[in-house]
């Protein structure tokens, strides 16, 4: 069964479109979409999946960062615990914020530590300066999606957890636009595979020629939280105006008709990959590989159950 995605933010020439079914047709969100500065105001209800915790920024966080909703699990394969957490950031400040780093204190009675998240948010597509790198950054009104995993030796005892902590740092960046180069997601359309559900579609470099592709797509369930996050690759050259059909791996099980859709890539023809020079590119690339290698541990586990 194939159904249409009612709700994508996408990568569509540098700019998070919020394209939803509604009666007016097409919402747009960001700085081409109405709206650039939003009012930080009260920190918003986050929705959790995790009932009646307290969510308290931290001294050192970036005022009009706020996570709106969470999503945090424990799986036990063969004894070991793997953490995961999906969570959605708003930016609801009057400035353009890269590089968006959240660290995450799971507490119980007494400020007692039980679990420690850390993650990158992926965010649309914007430059800054010259090169063939782009940064991930969120303009006033849009959204970012946050994932982690990791490993522990016990799971943590959820229903203690009384409050979530979090320090949230970016890289002020207001001279950034959007990437001019970045492609076009054509259509998104999610179908069933593999036991859960997976997103495909057709993404087109209309601005110009580029290569490394990545998307990540942040599925968002019935309860309007992030539920997983799915990927697909394109690491040869795109050239302008030519079309890559994409299908992410599946879900582990629930069905969505929402989604946060990214895409990282670089400008130009495929090369020798250039060496990243600002400091939270390469501790936001260390970061993603110790990731991916849980993730590979992961899928070993799951593999001989």
Not at 2 to 27: N, P
Request: glycine fraction near 10%; charge should be negative; aromatic fraction near 8%.
């Amino acid at each position: 069964m194939k159904t249409s995605l009612q709700l994508v933010m996408a990568v569509t020439l540098g700019t998070a479109l919020l394209a939803s079914a509604c009666e007016d047709g097409i919402a747009e969100s960001g700085p081409d979409g109405g709206g650039a500065v939003v009012d930080a105001g009260p920190p918003p209800t986050v929705n959790s999946n995790i009932p009646g915790i307290r969510w308290e920024p931290g001294g050192h966080s970036i005022p009009g960062l706020e996570i709106i909703s969470s999503t945090f699990t424990q799986e036990n394969l063969g004894g070991t615990v793997f953490n995961h957490w999906y969570a959605e950031v708003e930016n609801r400040s009057g400035s353009i914020q890269c590089f968006v780093h959240v660290v995450l204190d799971l507490e119980g009675d007494s400020l007692t530590p039980l679990v420690k998240l850390e993650s990158y948010a992926d965010a649309p597509a914007y430059k800054s300066g010259t090169g063939s790198t782009n940064m991930p950054c969120l303009a006033p009104g849009q959204h970012g999606g946050f994932y982690d995993i990791n490993e522990a030796s016990s799971e943590a005892p959820i229903d203690q957890i009384k409050r979530a902590s979090y320090d949230i740092d970016t890289l002020l960046s207001n001279d950034a636009v959007p990437s001019p180069l970045a492609p076009t997601v054509v259509s998104a359309i999610v179908f069933a595979k593999n036991n859960g559900w997976a997103l495909m579609g057709t993404v087109s470099a209309d601005a110009g020629t580029i290569y490394n592709l990545g998307m990540d797509v942040y599925t968002i369930g019935a309860s309007g939280r992030i539920t997983d996050r799915v990927s697909d690759f394109h690491l040869d050259t795109l050239f302008q105006n030519q079309r890559w059909l994409y299908e992410t791996n599946a879900t582990s099980g629930e069905n969505f008709n929402q989604a946060l859709q990214f895409i990282d890539f670089l400008d130009g023809v495929q090369s020798k990959p250039g060496v990243p020079v600002e400091p939270r590119a390469l501790a936001r690339a260390a970061f993603r590989q110790q990731r991916a290698q849980v993730e590979s541990r992961r899928a070993v586990l799951r593999a001989a159950e």
